[in-house]
């Protein structure tokens, strides 16, 4: 089970940091990732990181502004999100696999995720 948490509502030029903790399941054997949808739109990958590899892949909109990072001790990955803009509003949503090496930007390539958390930025 993953659980997001850390969402809320941000003035643009603002952070957050949003966590997912896993229960059941050591964090570490997984990729794991963070995708967000807005209303009208499909999800999209923001973050994730290649199984087997300690690779990290940002989406262009979010490079530089938002870091993906793990404590496996605490089996929890984080979301620093700073600089936040308007068009950055949506439910984020952490996600894990196993066994699929290569970078996996499609939804349908993660097995495991979590409610959601949602991210409001105000302009």
């Known amino acids: 089970q993953l659980v997001e948490s850390g969402g809320g509502l941000v003035q643009a030029g603002g952070s957050l940091r949003l966590s997912c903790a896993a229960s059941?399941?050591?964090?570490?054997?997984?990729?794991v990732g963070w995708f967000r949808q807005a209303p009208g739109k499909e999800r999209e990958f923001v973050a994730v990181?290649?199984?087997?590899?300690?690779?990290?892949y940002y989406a262009d909109s979010v490079k530089g502004r938002f870091t993906l990072s793990r404590d496996n001790a605490k089996n929890t990955v984080y979301l620093q999100m700073n600089s936040l803009k308007p068009e950055d509003t949506a439910v984020y949503y952490c996600?894990?696999?196993?066994?699929?090496?290569?970078?996996?930007?499609?939804?349908?390539?993660?097995?495991?995720w979590g409610q959601g958390t949602q991210v409001t930025v105000s302009s």
């Open positions: 996600a894990a696999q196993m066994g699929r090496s290569g970078v996996r930007l499609r939804s349908h390539e993660w097995d495991y």
């Open positions: 059941g399941r050591t964090f570490s054997n997984y990729a």
């Open positions: 990181t290649v199984w087997g590899s300690i690779t990290t």
